[in-house]
């Protein structure tokens, strides 16, 4: 059982990169609610909703979230920290009964301190591309608007992201303009990997408005099998807003 965990340590490491920039809940003016919606529209909306202004969230050049991660039917919690810097350093730590697993990248080389051969070229797509919070490069290139739905009871705005061979559906709450759901659907040969991840109790962290609680579940499905990982609940204690962050933090 713990070395499954740690692989799924592993697997999950870049997953909550990404978790621990996403940001957002402001009221957004019903002037820009009340247009008809398109990508534009529903990116502004979400830049007003994390901070007030695209301006202003492109001035979020680093970050570091510490918390706890609970792994369902797992007694034991995993506590980590998380620390980024633009324009693609990245570090994750995750402490799991006595043992530290670390996976990153320091803008040139990824490197990690566990065997994670199988998910090598995966974690390397996720980390050479990183540029700061997604939603910043999502142009007419690479996403399109796909209407409104229900979810959770709630209206939301729906996005398609196409990255390579990832495909990213996220949602958007249409009242507030914050994000609140990302199904992430990868294809590798005949595996079909499908992430799903929920955000809720966002809080204010120096202007910037950050969930402090994030779901993810996953599923993986070949052409024989469906596997389901444990649910994974994150709670995150603790942001620090653009600190001051050495290149040399950003090693084994």
């Known amino acids: 059982m713990k070395r499954k965990i740690f692989t799924l340590l592993?697997?999950?490491?870049?997953?909550?990169?990404?978790?621990?920039l996403e940001v957002g809940y402001t009221a957004v003016s019903n002037t820009i609610l009340?247009?008809?919606?398109?990508?534009?529209?529903?990116l502004h909306n979400y830049y007003i909703a994390v901070a007030g202004s695209k301006e202003k969230l492109e001035q979020l050049t680093s970050l570091v979230s510490k918390g706890e991660m609970s792994i369902k039917d797992v007694p034991n919690k995993v506590s980590f920290e998380i620390k980024y810097k633009t324009p693609n350093k990245y570090i994750s730590k995750f402490l799991f009964m006595g043992k530290t697993t670390i996976t990153g990248f320091d803008g040139k080389n990824l490197f990690y301190n566990m065997s994670a051969v199988d998910?090598?070229?995966?974690?390397r797509e996720r980390l050479l591309p990183l540029k700061g919070i997604s939603e910043l490069y999502y142009t007419s290139d690479n996403a399109?608007?796909?209407g409104k739905e229900m979810l959770a009871g709630k209206e939301v705005y729906k996005i398609i992201v196409t990255d390579n061979f990832v495909k990213h559906v996220v949602y958007f709450d249409l009242?507030?303009?914050f994000k609140v759901k990302e199904d992430i659907i990868e294809c590798i040969e005949v595996n079909e990997v499908v992430m799903t991840k929920e955000y809720s109790d966002y809080k204010n962290f120096n202007g910037y408005k950050l969930p402090t609680k994030i779901t993810t579940n996953i599923i993986r499905k070949t052409d024989t099998k469906t596997?389901?990982?444990?649910?994974i609940q994150e709670t995150i204690t603790k942001y620090k807003i653009n600190p001051?962050?050495?290149?040399?933090?950003?090693?084994?």
Do not use: M, R
């Open 10 to 20: 592993i697997i999950v490491s870049y997953i909550v990169k990404a978790a621990n």
């Open 34 to 42: 009340e247009q008809e919606p398109t990508l534009e529209s529903v």
């Open 119 to 123: 998910y090598e070229d995966q974690l």
């Open 144 to 146: 399109v608007f796909d």
């Open 175 to 177: 009242k507030t303009g």
């Open 227 to 231: 596997y389901t990982f444990p649910e």
């Open 244 to 252: 001051k962050l050495n290149d040399s933090e950003f090693k084994l």
